[in-house]
């Protein structure tokens, strides 16, 4: 178990796409595909597993935020509906797209906190 570290937050694992059991080696090899496992500790990852989580958790927090500026805005300002639509749905994307693997590194490292002997057998 080179490189292990206990005391790793989920968050910061999770917020810096990190190894979840050492904090240090990379947990996404593309955009959003996994690695095999951790080049730092060597902690396989084939069984991790997000799913649709972080996505669900992106559209309920981001519902949240952005429904309400975007009628604020609309009431406020006097812009024609195509402006509001290509605006939107820039913000939408945007916030989407940054937030994404974050929040999927985050399930991740959740699961990870909560099922390490089921992560970790067979190593």
């Not at 810096?16 to 595909?33: E, I, M, Q, V, Y």
């Not at 927090?61 to 402006?83: G, K, R, T, Y």
Request: with cysteine; hydrophobic share 45%.
């Amino acid at each position: 178990m080179t490189g292990y570290h206990p005391n790793i937050s989920p968050v910061t694992a999770g917020l810096r796409c990190a190894c979840p059991r050492c904090g240090r080696g990379k947990l996404f090899k593309g955009f959003l595909d996994v690695a095999e496992r951790c080049d730092v500790c060597g902690l396989d990852f084939s069984k991790v597993d997000s799913g649709d989580g972080p996505a669900v958790f992106l559209i309920f927090i981001l519902n949240f935020l952005i429904v309400p500026m975007a009628l604020w805005v609309s009431m406020s300002v006097d812009w024609p509906l195509w402006l509001h639509a290509i605006v939107w749905s820039v913000v939408v994307t945007g916030l989407t797209l940054g937030m994404l693997r974050p929040a999927k590194a985050l399930v991740i490292a959740q699961q990870y906190r909560f099922r390490r002997s089921e992560l970790e057998s067979g190593e």
